[in-house]
C-alpha cells in the first residue's frame, strides 16, 4: 500500500467516550474489534492518558 487516498474514498474521523466504571474488559473489546475488522481502519483506544 502506498499510504495514499483512492480516488473515491471518505476519511471519517470520531472520537468516542466509554463511561463504565470497570473500564473496557475482554468481551466488549473483542466485539469491537470485531466490528472494525470489517472496515480499513486505525482505531486508538486511550485510557488515563496512555494509548
Do not use: D, Y
Not at 8 to 16: A, E, G, I, P, T
Not at 17 to 42: D, W, Y
Request: proline fraction near 8%.
Amino acid at each position: 500500500m502506498s499510504g495514499k487516498p483512492r480516488p473515491n474514498s471518505v476519511k471519517l474521523s470520531r472520537k468516542m467516550q466509554v463511561i463504565n466504571p470497570t473500564g473496557l474488559h475482554a468481551r466488549p473489546t473483542s466485539e469491537l474489534v470485531r466490528c472494525a475488522m470489517r472496515f480499513k481502519s486505525v482505531i486508538t483506544l486511550e485510557a488515563n492518558g496512555r494509548n
